[in-house]
C-alpha cells in the first residue's frame, strides 16, 4: 500500500471518489470530476491551475520523473494522459489518448478518439484530427 | 453448419438464418445455370396455390416454368423445403401470396454433376451479398411486400425515384425548381472545410459583439471555423460583414475569376453565329450553368459539328476571329514548386482536389471552402404495378415514412430457434422454426417440400399446416409465455406463444458435408 500524500491547493475541488494513488498536488482552481483515475505511479503529479478534468478521464504517470501539468488544460471524458510532460490550455477530446514518452506543448488539440504516438513531441498549437490522426499547426483563434 | 465427418474447427461457426428469394426474373435468370457452387442449389420457388384460385395461377404458370428449368439441369435429389404462407386476411381469401420461402435444408450433392461457368455464379453471388446461396436469396429485413400484387418485392424489383432535396448540414428543404440551377449544392451558409471536409461553422470575431448592442457593428467580421481541424477562412482572407447568405456573398467572388469571364466572352462571341442558322442550339449556350451529364454534351457536340459543317460550306469567313482578353502564359512556375517540395504535407491530396474540380490546386494555401452538396429521399415503386411501396416524408428534417410496405410487417418471420448439433450421417436431427405473425389477423401456414419431393428424400415436416396468433401490442408487455387462445385448433406444434409458433423438422443428412 503507497503511502499517499494529496495537497491540493485553495478553490480547487477532488471528489471522494477519485482514484487518486501516490503523490498528487493539485493546484488553484483545479477541478477533478467524479470517477477520474490519477494514478502517480512512478513519480509524482503536479497540476497547475485552473484544469478540468473530466469524469473517466486517467492520468498516469509511470515514469521516474514528475509529471507537471501546466494551466486551464481541459481532459475531456475518457481521455488518457500518459505522457511525461504537458503544458497550458490544451485540450485532450473525449477519448483521446496520449501516449507514453509524449511531450504536449501549449494550446493544442487532440481530437476526439485521436491519439499520439510514443515519445513524441508535438509542437505548440498542434491540431490531431481525423480518423488517421492526421495533423497540423493551426493559426487564428479557437472558440473556446 | 457442419454434419460430422469433416474436421472439427475448420470454419468459424455462423449463426444460420433464413434467406428469401424473390421471383423477379434478376434471381430466376441465374437459377437456370444452377449447380456447382452451392451444392445443388435448391430450386427456385415454384409456390402455387394450394387449393389454386385463377388470380394465383397467372404467377404459378411462371414459377413452374422456372421449375422445369431447373429440374432438367439439375440430377440431384436435392429436397430443400419449402413454405407458402398463405395468410388469410379477413378481407380476402381469394387472392393467395405466392412469395415463396426457400428453408436451407439441401443436402450436399456428391461428386455434383454440372459445372457451370464461374462468373455466372459470381454476378449471383455478388448481387444480393449472400454468399451461400447462388440465386441470390435475401434475408427478409431488406424485401418489401406490394399490398396490390401480393407478392414479394425485394430490392431490385422496385424502382426508384427522387421525392425531395435536402442539404445535410442545415436540413432545409430546397426547392426542386432551383436545385438545377444551385448545381445541387446548398444555397444557404454551409461549407465543407477544404482541409478535413468536415461542415464549417460561422463565427465571429468577437464573440460579445451583440451582448452589449443590438446590432452588431459593421467592424465584427464574421469568418468560417473549422471545428475538426481549426482551419479558419482568415487564412485564405474569407471574411463576411453578415452571417447570412454566404454563399451568395461567396459566388459573386467567383464570377469575378478570369477564366469564367473568358467562358462568358467566348459565348457572346459565337452566340450571335449560332442563333442565325440553327435554333436548337442557343439553348446550350445560353444557359450559363455547367454541362449537364453525356446526354447534353453529347447532343451538343453533334449540333456543334453539324453547324460547323455547315459553315464550313456557306459563310466560312463569317466567324471573326476572336483574340483572347487574356493570355495564359506558359508558366513553369507550378512545376518548380511542385519538384521542390519536400514534406507531403505541403501539397494538397487527391481527395482535397476533387472536392473542387473547377479549381484543383496543387498548393493547400489556395484551396476553397465548397458549398455542401444535397442529398435525396427516394421512393421505391413495384415494377408492375406502379404502386409506391415506401414512401418518406416530404420534409428534409424528419425521417418517417408515409407509406411503409415491407415484408417484415406483413410476412411471418421465421426464425431458427434451434438446432440439433452435432449433425449426424444417417440419423434424424431436430431443427426448430418459430413463425412469428405480425400481423393483427390470424395467419395460416402451410409447409411444402421442394420439388414435390417425399420426405424419403431426409427432411420430415411434423406439421405441414398450422396457423399463428395475431400480433397484440398488450401480450408484448407480458412476462413470460401465453398460452394458446381458447378454441384454436390443437395441431401438432412444436410451441406455440403469444404471436409466434415454433414447428419442429426432422432432418436425416445423407452425406457428410456442409448444410444450407
Not at chain 2, 389454386?52 to 431447373?70: K, L
Not at chain 2, 494538397?348 to 429521399?377: C, D, G, N, V
Not at chain 2, 416524408?393 to 438446432?419: C, E, M, R, W, Y
Amino acid at each position: 500500500m503507497t503511502r499517499q500524500k494529496l495537497t491540493i491547493s485553495s478553490r480547487a475541488l477532488v471528489c471522494q471518489d477519485n482514484d487518486l494513488r501516490g503523490d498528487i498536488t493539485v493546484g488553484t482552481g483545479t477541478v477533478l470530476h467524479p470517477q477520474c483515475k490519477v494514478w502517480a505511479l512512478g513519480g509524482s503529479i503536479i497540476f497547475g491551475s485552473g484544469n478540468i478534468v473530466e469524469e473517466n478521464a486517467e492520468i498516469i504517470n509511470r515514469g521516474p520523473e514528475t509529471l507537471f501539468i501546466g494551466d486551464n488544460n481541459v481532459f475531456e471524458v475518457g481521455s488518457k494522459m500518459e505522457g511525461a510532460k504537458i503544458g497550458s490550455r490544451n485540450t485532450l477530446e473525449v477519448r483521446s489518448q496520449v501516449k507514453s514518452g509524449t511531450w504536449v506543448g501549449d494550446e493544442c488539440v487532440i481530437g476526439a478518439v485521436c491519439s499520439t504516438n510514443e515519445n513524441e513531441i508535438l509542437s505548440d498549437r498542434t491540431v490531431i484530427y481525423g480518423a488517421k490522426n492526421e495533423r497540423r499547426i493551426f493559426t487564428g483563434n479557437r472558440t473556446v | 453448419m457442419l454434419a460430422l465427418n469433416a474436421p472439427p474447427g475448420q470454419d468459424p461457426v455462423r449463426q444460420p438464418f433464413v434467406h428469401y428469394r424473390c421471383h423477379c426474373n434478376h434471381a430466376n435468370s441465374h437459377s437456370s445455370k444452377s449447380g456447382n457452387a452451392s451444392e445443388g442449389a435448391g430450386t427456385t420457388p415454384s409456390a402455387e396455390p394450394g387449393t389454386g384460385t385463377g388470380t394465383g395461377s397467372g404467377q404459378g404458370s411462371d414459377n413452374r416454368d422456372a421449375m422445369n428449368i431447373d429440374d432438367a439441369s439439375k440430377s440431384q435429389p436435392a429436397s430443400p423445403t419449402q413454405e407458402q404462407p398463405s395468410s388469410q386476411t379477413e378481407t380476402s381469401d381469394t387472392t393467395r401470396p405466392s412469395s415463396a420461402l426457400v428453408l436451407a435444408g439441401q443436402q450436399p450433392g456428391e461428386a455434383s454433376s454440372s459445372f457451370q461457368p464461374q462468373n455466372e455464379t459470381d454476378k449471383a453471388l455478388y448481387s444480393s451479398g449472400n454468399h451461400s446461396d447462388t440465386h441470390g436469396s435475401i434475408p427478409l429485413s431488406r424485401l418489401y411486400f406490394c399490398d396490390s400484387c401480393d407478392e414479394l418485392r425485394c430490392p431490385k424489383c422496385v424502382q426508384d425515384e427522387i421525392v425531395c432535396y435536402y442539404c445535410p448540414h442545415c436540413l432545409f428543404d430546397a426547392p426542386t425548381a432551383s436545385v438545377k440551377t444551385e448545381k445541387h449544392k446548398c444555397s444557404r451558409n454551409c461549407f465543407y472545410c477544404p482541409l478535413c471536409q468536415a461542415t464549417l461553422s460561422v463565427v465571429s470575431e468577437d464573440p460579445d459583439a451583440t451582448l452589449y448592442q443590438s446590432n452588431p457593428t459593421d467592424n465584427a467580421q464574421y469568418y468560417l471555423l473549422c471545428n475538426m481541424c481549426l482551419w479558419n477562412s482568415q487564412d485564405i482572407g474569407v471574411t463576411f460583414d453578415k452571417p447570412l447568405s454566404l454563399t451568395a456573398q461567396l459566388q459573386k467572388d467567383d464570377e469575378a475569376l478570369p477564366d469564367v469571364r473568358e467562358f462568358a466572352r467566348l459565348k457572346d462571341h459565337f452566340e450571335k453565329y449560332f442563333r442565325s442558322t440553327k435554333s436548337s442550339l442557343p439553348s446550350y449556350l445560353a444557359s450559363p450553368s455547367y454541362s449537364t451529364g453525356y446526354s447534353s454534351t453529347s447532343r451538343y457536340l453533334s449540333s456543334v459539328t453539324s453547324t460547323l459543317s455547315s459553315h464550313r460550306t456557306q459563310q466560312a469567313d463569317d466567324i471573326a476571329h476572336y483574340t483572347p482578353a487574356v493570355q495564359v502564359m506558359e508558366s513553369t512556375e507550378n512545376l518548380e514548386k511542385l519538384m521542390s517540395i519536400v514534406s507531403i504535407k505541403e501539397t494538397t491530396t487527391m481527395k482535397q482536389r476533387l472536392m473542387a474540380l473547377q479549381s484543383q490546386s496543387y498548393s493547400p494555401q489556395r484551396l476553397q471552402p465548397q458549398r455542401i452538396h444535397l442529398r435525396i429521399k427516394k421512393l421505391r415503386r413495384c415494377r408492375s404495378c406502379r404502386h409506391i411501396l415506401v414512401k418518406p416524408d416530404q420534409k428534409g428534417n424528419s425521417f418517417g415514412f408515409k407509406i411503409n410496405l415491407i415484408a417484415l410487417n406483413q410476412l411471418p418471420n421465421i426464425t431458427i430457434v434451434s438446432i440439433q448439433r452435432p449433425m449426424i450421417v444417417q440419423t434424424a436431427s431436430q431443427v426448430i422454426l418459430r413463425f412469428t405473425n405480425p400481423r393483427h389477423e390470424e395467419a395460416h401456414v402451410s409447409l411444402q417440400y421442394g420439388d414435390g419431393a417425399s420426405p424419403s428424400h431426409g427432411v420430415a415436416i411434423r406439421s405441414p399446416s398450422f396457423s399463428i396468433s395475431p400480433f397484440n401490442e398488450v401480450w408484448e408487455y407480458e412476462v413470460g409465455t401465453i398460452a394458446a387462445p381458447p378454441g384454436a385448433t390443437m395441431e401438432d406444434v412444436y410451441e406455440r406463444t403469444a404471436n409466434s409458433t415454433c414447428i419442429a423438422l426432422d432432418i436425416t443428412p445423407a452425406v457428410a458435408g456442409e448444410v444450407k
